[in-house]
């Protein structure tokens, strides 16, 4: 199917690190669910260089938001670091994806594991103020490698700051010492029992579900480990308790 486009322009473009940004755009005819995805397209040397991307943004919002991280030589996510407010983009006007909670069913502990900029579809859901309806507790994990790429924490705050004890936020720090974050993998520490020691909630197939996204390698690891405890894959005509998404 060809991909339709908004004319969409640059309204602003946080520069969290050296290599992680957000973009927030103005398109307003684009339409999505919160968690989903589109497409993002820029004209390089004359030809159009599209990539998928989450928003960040919930849909009841105002402004698109996407959040990146730019891949060394990537052809599309170093141009985008690059762009300046007012600049044109190509937006994907509906979004896709089955990261999103009408897909799984109503459960007590959701918990939603991201590896670097995969934080994002995460954060578009827990705006939405009605997905909190589908679930009771809600355990956000972030992977990062290095404390100084956890972002948005001020938005986490504020998710805080409404919804108290039901949300749970646990950091891993991979490649430094970080006195507030879990070290190392999350799928070693699924294993060992740390993480949801570090939750103080179990991982049992009554009362979970999972959702996993971001670095492919961690998405397979997880599910390696989340089957040994007796969770298996989500799928519309299977029930299950595993839902992901891979970033490439
Ligand atoms: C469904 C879906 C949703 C996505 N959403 C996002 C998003 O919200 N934010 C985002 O930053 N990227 C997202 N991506 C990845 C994005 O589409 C691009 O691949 C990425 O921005 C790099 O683009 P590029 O053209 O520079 O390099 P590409 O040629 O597309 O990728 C080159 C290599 O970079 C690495 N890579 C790609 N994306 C990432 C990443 N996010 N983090 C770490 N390493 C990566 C992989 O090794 C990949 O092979 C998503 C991908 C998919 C399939
Ligand atoms: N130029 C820069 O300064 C800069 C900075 C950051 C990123 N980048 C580039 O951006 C790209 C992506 O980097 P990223 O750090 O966002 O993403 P990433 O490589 O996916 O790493 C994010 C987190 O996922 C973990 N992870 C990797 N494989 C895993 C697995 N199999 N199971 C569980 N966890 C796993 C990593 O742990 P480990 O640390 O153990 O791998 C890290 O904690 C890379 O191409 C990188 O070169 C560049």
Same mark, same amino acid.
């Given at each position: ?59 009841n919002e105002e402004f698109l938001e996407f959040y990146s991280v730019s891949?060394? *030589?990537?052809?599309? !996510?170093? +141009?985008?670091?690059?762009? /300046? ?10 979004? #896709? ?58 938005t986490i705050n504020e998710l805080k700051e409404i919804y108290g004890e ?10 430094? *010492?970080?006195?507030? !974050?879990? +070290?190392?993998?999350?799928? /070693? ?10 939750? #103080? ?48």
């Amino acid at each position: 199917m060809t991909e339709k486009w908004a004319q969409g322009e640059v309204l602003s473009i946080k520069h969290w690190t050296e290599s992680l940004y957000s973009i927030r755009i103005l398109a307003p005819e684009v339409k999505f669910t919160a968690g989903q995805y589109t497409k993002i397209s820029l004209n390089i040397n004359n030809e159009e260089v599209a990539r998928p991307y989450s928003f960040v943004n919930s849909p009841n919002e105002e402004f698109l938001e996407f959040y990146s991280v730019s891949v060394p *030589n990537g052809p599309l !996510s170093t +141009e985008l670091q690059r762009l /300046k407010i007012g600049d044109p983009v190509s937006v994907g006007l509906k979004g #896709n994806g089955f990261l999103v909670l009408n897909e799984i069913p109503k459960v007590e502990n959701i918990w939603m594991l991201a590896t670097g900029t995969a934080i994002g579809p995460y954060l578009s859901i827990l705006k939405t103020k009605e997905s909190w309806g589908k679930f009771e507790n809600v355990i956000l994990i972030h992977a990062v490698r290095y404390s100084k790429e956890l972002a948005y924490q001020k938005t986490i705050n504020e998710l805080k700051e409404i919804y108290g004890e039901r949300l749970i936020y646990i950091t891993y720090v991979s490649r430094e *010492n970080s006195e507030n !974050s879990l +070290e190392g993998r999350i799928p /070693k520490s699924i294993g060992n029992g740390i993480l949801e020691k570090a939750a #103080n909630i179990k991982m049992s197939p009554e009362n979970t579900h999972i959702m996993l996204c971001g670095n492919p390698e961690m998405v397979k690891d997880t599910t390696i480990e989340l089957k040994k405890i007796g969770l298996k894959k989500h799928r519309r005509n299977s029930p299950g308790h595993i839902t992901t998404e891979n970033y490439w």
